[in-house]
């Protein structure tokens, strides 16, 4: 069969007429249970919504993009790329959305957090030889999930570390170094160890380099936390759900991601989760 | 408001959360895997999706279940029991004003006893996951019906489904050995878990088929077995699909069918195998000198000649495809063509003619593009017929209720019976009557009457 790629319409149509051969590799339908999360449902759901049935479009929130339900998929069919399609279809016309790194203090070089939570004050001294700012991904998330194109500006020469893995990278593209924050740890050349007893969490959409940077640092939690995309913003308790499952294989222990978005699902879920650069400043869970 | 005091209350039993009332959150129920409904919604979405239920309940536990039974008792609300909704009849779709009560929360798997290979599993647990959970641990249910990926353990049991395996195996129903329902009026039924008892007819079948009509299944206690130690796949070529038949029925009766056994017509070999048909594959499966003893004596027992595959085969290819059915229903959607498929089963006596009977039924129906049938399960005593057709989905509403009508009362009058492993569900209720007798279905009346007064669960209109 001809690929789905590039033609959202029929990816939604040929999963829709699907079992949901792939449902319980979807993390936010297994975490959450909500039948609208599984992604035949879901496709169907993204049909309707399109042809103008009111009260649906929301439902297009419960994908995180995290493409387990591709690689289940026996024909790997694109339902992720076809639902942002879809979302940016039902948006409307595509927006621009603007963010700017914050300053928040101290002296020396630009380093700026990408990331959904701000650093608190004593992130300042945590990282100190550097003038720190903040660049907040939440709202450009949310609107880059729904069709917009984001534009992100940080002082020349910044130093960027990303703990979002859901905001577009390109966006950040010729601002300066782009580094993820386990890697960020070594380029700051902080001497980083992970609290004892704690888990490491390795996410579905870390790029296969971190991935490996990720798994030697300590005892690997290879699992999506079902929070990213668009549901941590736009439906932050499903999120919280669909991280139950994680929070449950950690059973307790400390898990320390690199995306912000899974530490908020998992800490919400009532398991402990700190982001890396968070552990800097003496976050346990 | 009833519905609204229900609603209330369910949120007391299950916790606000767990209740869902909004739009988005309700479409997905409006269906299940019945092809009419799959189809209808292919081509109209808006209106397919827009027959949600009123509110869907999940509960987290078996008390929540009985809890939610005896509100919906006390405030007149009719319940759908929902679990992976890959029923393929429609029998977990609720209809307009009605509550969804969702077992998919009910979703543990863990041992009853080890040594006795009895697992417990609520009856949310996906199949697969209840599978790989034992699989890790080197036992195995041995039911994998071609929905493994999709089932739920409450569906499967609340069907009566049968797997790949069930000619060696048997159906679910000889895997459950025990089990709890919460009934209206009663209360949360605990039917423990018994290699087998004389008190009675046992309760745990009475749910085992029930299909949403007689209370909700909560958890059940199923045998499962250690991993096999080897696999043989074979493959022949019988003469004709007859000869195919009379062929299975003495390796059935000398119990030396294969454990896992299909036979495809010449229509269904060349896309079901790729081979020229008929065809029959087969899989013994047990400690390696008894599953090459058992093929070799069965291979003496008929006239075609039984290849053994070791590497690339009809059968090991067939076992690599199984639960891929979307490459198949994508290509059909793609040139306009829709399809179902209906079980029936029959005694050899009555086996070809039956087989013969449904294969006009259906051809004789305009639109039609194709008919192929397979037989997937045997016994001592008949054989299970599956037949795919497919047709026109310009001309669904004309074209599907056609060919059911003709098949079911086709094969009826051919001596078969109307289902072998998909139930009722909606699709069948008109047809119940075919298989009980007049008396047959007023006493399945009665007792849905005695289970569910009020009628809170699915009811039949007999
Ligand atoms: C691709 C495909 C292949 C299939 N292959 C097979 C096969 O090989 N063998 C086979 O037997 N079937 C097969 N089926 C049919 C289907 O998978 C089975 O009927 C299955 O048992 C349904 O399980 P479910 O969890 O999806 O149940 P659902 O579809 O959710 O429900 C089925 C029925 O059971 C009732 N029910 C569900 N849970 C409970 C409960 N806890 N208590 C009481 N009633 C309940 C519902 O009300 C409904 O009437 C197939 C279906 C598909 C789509």
């Known amino acids: 069969m001809e690929s789905t790629a590039g033609d959202p319409e029929r990816a939604l149509r040929i999963c829709a007429a699907c079992p949901g051969i792939c449902q319980y590799s979807c993390p936010v339908y297994r975490g959450s249970n909500l039948r609208s999360a599984a992604p035949h449902v879901l496709a169907r759901i993204a049909l309707a919504a399109l042809q103008g049935s009111p009260g649906l479009g929301e439902a297009l929130n419960l994908c995180v993009h995290c493409g387990e339900c591709v690689r289940a998929c026996p024909i790997h069919n694109d339902l992720p790329g076809a639902l942002m399609a879809a979302r940016a279809r039902l948006a409307g016309e595509a927006g621009v959305v603007r963010v700017e790194a914050r300053p928040l203090g101290g002296s020396g070089e630009p380093l700026v957090v990408a990331s959904p939570i701000e650093p608190p004050g004593r992130a300042i001294d945590a990282l100190s030889g550097w003038r720190l700012y903040w660049l907040p991904t939440r709202e450009a998330v949310r609107a880059y999930w729904w069709g917009s194109r984001v534009e992100a500006q940080a002082p020349e020469g910044s130093t960027i570390i990303v703990e979002d893995l859901d905001f577009p990278r390109e966006a950040l593209e010729g601002l300066g170094r782009i580094l993820y924050s386990p890697e960020a740890l070594d380029a700051l050349g902080l001497q980083w160890r992970p609290p004892g007893d704690s888990l490491i969490h390795v996410p579905c959409k870390a790029p296969e380099e971190l991935r490996s940077r990720l798994r030697g640092l300590g005892e690997a939690l290879e699992a999506c936390s079902g929070a990213g995309g668009p549901l941590g913003l736009g439906m932050p308790e499903y999120a919280a759900q669909a991280a139950s499952r994680l929070a449950r294989e950690a059973g307790g222990r400390l898990v320390v991601t690199p995306c912000a978005w899974a530490a908020l699902a998992l800490r919400a879920s009532g398991a402990r989760a700190c982001t890396f650069l968070e552990t800097l400043w003496g976050c346990r869970g | ?462």
């Not at chain 2, 519905?3 to 209350?9: A, D, M, Q, T």
């Not at chain 2, 745990?204 to 909560?218: A, K, M, R």
């Not at chain 2, 070999?269 to 020229?276: F, I, S, T, Y």
């Open chain 2, 1 to 462: 408001m009833s519905l609204e005091s229900f609603v209330e209350e369910a949120r007391r039993i299950v916790g606000p959360r767990w209740v869902l009332v909004e739009t988005w959150s309700l479409a997905g129920y409006a269906i299940d895997y019945w092809p009419l409904l799959v189809y209808r919604a292919l081509r109209d979405p808006r209106g397919a999706l827009s027959r949600g239920p009123a509110a869907a309940v999940l509960p987290g536990s078996e008390e929540e279940v009985a809890a939610l039974l005896e509100a919906a008792q006390r405030f007149g609300v009719r319940l759908a029991v929902y679990a992976g909704g890959s029923g393929v009849l429609g029998g977990a779709v609720p209809d307009e004003g009605w509550v969804v009560l969702d077992v998919a929360r009910l979703d543990w798997v863990d041992w009853f006893d080890e040594e006795a290979g009895i697992v417990d599993a609520g009856a949310g647990a996906p199949l697969a996951e209840v599978e790989g959970w034992l699989n890790r641990r080197g036992w195995t249910l041995r039911h994998y019906p071609q929905s493994l990926p999709e089932a739920r353990i409450g569906g499967l049991v609340a069907t009566r489904s049968t797997g790949q395996y069930s000619t060696g195996y048997g159906g679910i129903e000889e895997r459950v050995k025990g089990l709890h329902a919460a009934v209206p009026g009663v209360g949360l039924v605990r039917v423990k878990p018994s290699p087998r008892r004389s008190v009675l007819p046992p309760l745990e079948q009475l749910f085992t088929g029930s299909e949403g009509l007689l209370g909700v299944i909560t958890r059940v206690y199923l045998e499962a077995l250690p991993l096999p130690e080897c696999e043989l796949r074979v493959h022949w070529r019988p003469g004709s699909f007859r000869e195919a038949l009379g062929e299975a029925r003495s390796l059935a009766q000398r119990r030396l069918a294969p454990d896992l056994y299909r036979i495809y017509d010449e229509q269904e070999a060349p896309v079901a195998l790729g081979v020229e048909g008929p065809a029959a594959i087969g899989v013994y499966e047990g400690p390696c000198r008894v599953a090459r003893a058992r093929l070799e004596a069965a291979a003496e027992l008929i006239s075609s000649r039984v290849e053994v595959e070791e590497g690339e085969g009809p059968a090991s290819r067939w076992l690599r495809e199984r639960f891929n059915v979307i490459a198949s229903i994508a290509r059909l959607l793609e040139i306009g063509l829709a399809f179902d498929t209906i079980e029936f089963s029959a005694p050899w006596g009555s086996a070809a003619r039956v087989y013969e009977a449904a294969r006009s039924a259906a051809l004789s129906v305009e639109g039609v593009a194709y008919v192929g049938v397979h037989a997937s399960h045997f016994y001592p005593s008949g054989v299970a017929l599956y037949m795919t057709f497919a047709f026109d989905a310009g001309r669904l509403e004309e074209v599907y209720g056609a060919v059911w009508d003709r098949v079911m009362r086709a094969v009826s009058s051919a001596g078969g019976s109307i289902s072998h492993h998909h139930g009722i569900g909606r699709m069948r209720l008109p047809y119940l009557k075919l298989e009980l007798g007049e008396e047959g279905a007023r006493l399945v009346a009665r007792i849905k009457r005695a289970l569910d007064p009020q009628g809170i669960l699915r009811g039949f209109p007999l």
